[in-house]
């Protein structure tokens, strides 16, 4: 079973950085991460689901929401099954949870549990 697994969040000052992990376990060997199109998806209270970031298989192509874009990094790192999102300049508005999302080419998509962000002074 795919699992994710996110940290990294925590509670920062405006204009902070943090940087989240989502570690993928249980890959079925001939399988690896590399198979996967991975997101980053946020929730708030008031606002739901918003979709902060995609990258695709080999990491080259990163596409983000206007709403972080060019404070935000996704990156991967195929061999260690790990993804990474760089956070700076960050706002009372990044507040929220934040899942990893997995869609492998098999089909299917697989959540982590989220990790809370937490901008304020």
């Known amino acids: 079973e795919v699992r994710l697994v996110e940290s990294g969040g925590g509670l920062v000052q405006p204009g902070g950085s943090l940087r989240l992990s989502c570690v993928a376990s249980?890959?079925?060997?001939?399988?690896?991460?590399?198979?996967?199109?991975m997101s980053w998806v946020r929730q708030t209270p008031g606002k739901g689901l918003e979709w902060v970031s995609s990258i695709n298989r080999n990491g080259r192509l990163v596409n983000y929401a206007d709403s972080v874009k060019g404070r935000f990094t996704f990156s991967r790192d195929n061999d260690k099954n790990t993804l990474y999102l760089q956070m700076n300049g960050l706002k009372p508005e990044d507040t929220a949870v934040y899942y990893c999302?997995?869609?492998?080419?098999?089909?299917?998509?697989?959540w982590g549990q989220g990790t809370q962000v937490t901008v304020s002074s």
């Open positions: 249980g890959l079925a060997s001939g399988l690896p991460l590399n198979n996967f199109v």
């Open positions: 999302h997995g869609i492998p080419s098999w089909g299917g998509d697989y």
